[in-house]
């Protein structure tokens, strides 16, 4: 119950990521002393205040120690974030980048970053794994003072997503989406390209692993169609999801006699538009997808089955690229209650909170900063490309100092990385809730005895009547 509390009582913590480093000492050593207070005022204006120059893209923490933040943007550039530098119970802290990685580095990025992830079965984060417009796969080695570049695949087209199974005696096999129509596997054992799965007919923005079975892979792409692979048959891909379909591919047990569709169905689409984003429940038993007709979708992983669950008309995705809601993390949530996280794609800042299974809206989490209205374009910007209201990606912290062991870190298009905590409650207010939970019980308590005493005085009071 506390965990669950704490998911659904996120708020803005005042964490600050600036990579330049030497920027408040340079100020100051030129500053002269009587306006030495004015210019660190102005240095540390939130507007200063960013991870990367062209906009904060892509985020991953390592999944072991929870120390390390990277994060990747639109400017080409990696870096690398110490969590554990921020002092214990601090409320305001600017933190500075330990490594970095640009452009200028011999064998790194030179476009945008597309997608970054760190391999997740090392004890300590050793292995860095990132995709950008420049149409390479690359991996990285990770010190906590240096970022290192350690090999290079070269991809045919530009990547838009990778991902590694998270079963630890899965192959080393990294799934990497591109514009061309089919998914490449690449081998980090021998560092060759094994072979490309057919059957999308457009760019595959999202892949993910299933977490209970090593060699099912799912796929969204812009064909509108989810598509399973096993990769361990000629024929990889073996089921699709199909919109339309709220009983899935096996007879239901009260009707023995109803013929169910195909699993693999070549003309059905899991969305009207292009699947931006897949994700995985812990568990396994549910899919969730996300796609350009401003749907977000349940789907049983067992049947195929549309769950059918709305989560209302204020979904927002226009994003080409992968984009996909994040899911409260195993341990933090009620069995069945899980908490879906949606970013919403319209540039004002707002994360909306779901009932995952049920739909119904918990709340809205707000940047700081940002206006409720218009676009706010970052000075030198245009559109909402490089807005601050613009959420790109989002990450969970788990074993955290701070917020009760989890945290949530967002990363916008202005270039800045917010970091959001579960607020501490409230003596008075627990109290308070406590006593109306407990009013509230006696009133339900009560109102049940009258109802059952007038039943039983109408009854009593009936007149009997003779046949």
Not at 64 to 87: K, Q, Y
Not at 170 to 188: E, N, Q
Not at 207 to 232: K, M, N, Y
Not at 379 to 408: D, F, P, Q, Y
Request: hydrophobic share 35%; proline share 6%.
């Amino acid at each position: 119950m506390q965990n669950d509390r704490l998911i659904q009582a996120l708020e803005p913590l005042s964490l600050s990521f600036n990579f330049r480093t030497q920027l408040v000492n340079d100020t100051v050593a030129r500053a002269p002393s009587n306006s030495l207070r004015q210019t660190t005022d102005s240095v540390t204006d939130q507007e200063e205040l960013i991870a990367h120059k062209a906009g904060t893209n892509v985020l991953a923490i390592d999944c072991n120690d929870a120390r390390f933040l990277i994060s990747g943007g639109a400017d080409s550039t990696i870096r690398l974030w110490d969590l554990e530098s921020r002092p214990t119970g601090a409320t305001q802290h600017v933190s500075r980048p330990t490594a970095s990685l640009t452009r200028s580095t011999p064998a790194s990025h030179t476009h945008a970053l597309t997608s970054i992830s760190i391999y997740p079965f090392d004890p300590t984060p050793s292995t860095l794994l990132s995709t950008a417009y420049d149409k390479t796969l690359k991996l990285t080695s990770i010190t906590p003072s240096e970022l290192v570049p350690a090999h290079t695949f070269s991809l045919d087209h530009a990547p838009f997503t990778h991902a590694l199974s998270p079963i630890p005696t899965s192959s080393p096999l990294i799934a990497v989406g591109t514009a061309l129509p089919a998914i490449k596997l690449v081998d980090l054992r021998s560092g060759l390209a094994l072979h490309s799965l057919p059957g999308h007919n457009g760019a595959v923005y999202s892949v993910a692993w299933s977490p209970r079975q090593e060699h099912v892979l799912a796929s969204g792409a812009t064909d509108g169609r989810v598509l399973f692979f096993d990769i361990r048959r000629s024929q990889s891909a073996f089921a699709s999801l199909d919109l339309d379909d709220a009983i899935g591919v096996l007879a239901p047990d009260h009707t023995p006699s109803y013929s169910g569709r195909q699993a693999m169905d070549w003309n059905v689409r899991a969305h009207t538009g292009p699947v931006t984003g897949l994700r995985w429940t812990s568990t396994g038993d549910k899919l969730v997808t996300a796609g350009h007709d401003q749907r977000i979708r349940i789907w049983d992983a067992a049947t195929g089955r549309n769950d059918l669950v709305h989560f209302g008309p204020r979904i927002r995705n226009e994003r080409n690229g992968e984009f996909a809601p994040l899911i409260s993390p195993a341990g933090f949530g009620k069995s069945g209650k899980e908490v879906l996280f949606w970013a919403n794609d319209d540039s004002k800042g707002e994360i909306f909170t779901f009932n995952m299974r049920e739909g119904n809206m918990l709340g809205t989490l707000r940047t700081p900063g940002t206006a409720r209205g218009p676009v706010q374009a970052r000075a030198g910007g245009i559109g909402k490309l490089n807005s601050v209201g613009r959420i790109n990606a989002m990450a969970w912290r788990i074993n955290a100092t701070a917020g009760g062991g989890v945290e949530m870190y967002s990363a916008h298009g202005n270039g800045a990385i917010h970091c959001w905590v579960g607020a501490p409650p409230d003596e008075e207010e627990a109290e308070d809730r406590v006593d109306m939970d407990a009013v509230e019980q006696d009133r339900k308590r009560k109102r049940k005895r009258d109802l059952i005493g007038d039943i039983v005085e109408g009854l009593t009071k009936k007149p009997l009547t003779l046949i």
